[in-house]
């Protein structure tokens, strides 16, 4: 595993200001063919709380219902290619995770354990397809025992060189499994998903976001509520407009809590330890 390294202040800002190019270009495309899409997670608490960036957030998410997610992929090829380019399993056979992301073009980023990884490289900014969950809490269950399994298989050929022992092994053995098979199963979940159906939604191939920052009870850590992806409202963030979750007091409570309280030193770390980096090389200097 090579060293783990950190941006220094100055390439930590224009790591945001790289993602915030790519925000304004992915925003062009949706607003352009109709597509309905959210700044989620960090980039909408950074929006609501900072009128921009997390100053400590190296990064940024969007998030989409399925059939949005879906029809962005059709129009992927209009985004400028000088700036960015869409990456998912689909246009990328080496690429392992269950969502999409969009890198900026010319550049490189690789986390640290990931260097044997053959997918391209680059700045991203992730795009979360948000899928239907089942009704009953027991089914809800159920299905994240099922997509853990295929999240680890996923993640298997990065987990069998950085694990030891029995979990290596493990990983070793599911690193084995074809990944289309995967897809291919995962497929099985997502055709379930649709923009005018009463069930919640989550991103399917992540950690349930009840159990991240801010830990729900059983019944409450699955489901997202569809209507934080379908009603919108614009918001400032960097000096320019976004869509983001209309009701945004009450996502951010369900994913922060207390989220007007920023987090104390030790929550204010990268999130993403790389090995190697390279900016764009006729970036803006801003």
């Given at each position: 595993m090579s060293k783990k390294k950190e941006l220094s202040p100055k390439d930590f800002r224009r790591m945001q200001l790289v993602e915030l190019d790519m925000l304004i270009e992915i925003d062009r495309v949706c607003?352009?063919?109709?597509?309905?899409?959210?700044?989620?997670?960090g980039t909408m608490l950074g929006a609501v709380r900072h009128k921009g960036y997390i100053p400590w957030d190296d990064d940024a998410d969007i998030a989409m219902l399925r059939e949005d997610y879906e029809k962005f992929k059709e129009h992927i090829d209009e985004l400028?290619?000088?700036?960015c380019?869409?990456?998912?399993?689909?246009?990328?056979?080496?690429?392992?995770?269950?969502?999409?992301?969009?890198?900026?073009?010319?550049?490189?980023?690789?986390?640290?354990?990931q260097e044997h990884l053959k997918c391209k490289t680059g700045i991203f900014i992730d795009?979360?397809?948000m899928d239907d969950i089942p009704k009953t809490t027991f089914m809800q269950v159920v299905q994240d025992a099922r997509l853990f399994c295929l999240?680890?298989?996923?993640?298997?050929e990065v987990g069998k060189y950085n694990s030891k022992g029995l979990v290596k092994i493990i990983y070793q053995l599911l690193s084995k499994i074809p990944v289309e098979k995967v897809f291919k199963r995962l497929d099985k979940f997502t055709k379930k998903s649709s923009n005018t159906s009463e069930n919640d939604v989550r991103l399917l191939m992540f950690v349930a976001a009840g159990k991240l920052y801010n830990k729900?009870?059983?019944?409450?850590?699955?489901?997202?509520?569809?209507?934080?992806?379908?009603?919108?409202?614009?918001?400032?963030?960097?000096?320019?407009?976004?869509y983001g979750v209309k009701d945004y007091d009450d996502y951010l409570t369900y994913a922060?809590?207390?989220y007007m309280t920023p987090p104390d030193a030790k929550g204010r770390e990268q999130h993403s330890p790389f090995s190697e980096i390279e900016f764009p090389k006729n970036e803006d200097k801003k």
């Open positions: 607003r352009k063919n109709n597509i309905n899409y959210v700044i989620y997670a400028n290619p000088d700036i380019y869409f990456q998912d399993h689909t246009t990328d056979p080496e690429y392992r995770w269950g969502y999409g992301k969009v890198r900026r073009t010319g550049t490189k980023y690789i986390r640290v354990g795009i979360f397809p999240r680890k298989t996923l993640y298997s729900h009870k059983l019944s409450e850590q699955f489901g997202l509520k569809k209507k934080w992806f379908l009603e919108r409202a614009e918001y400032e963030f960097e000096g320019h407009k976004f922060y809590g207390d």
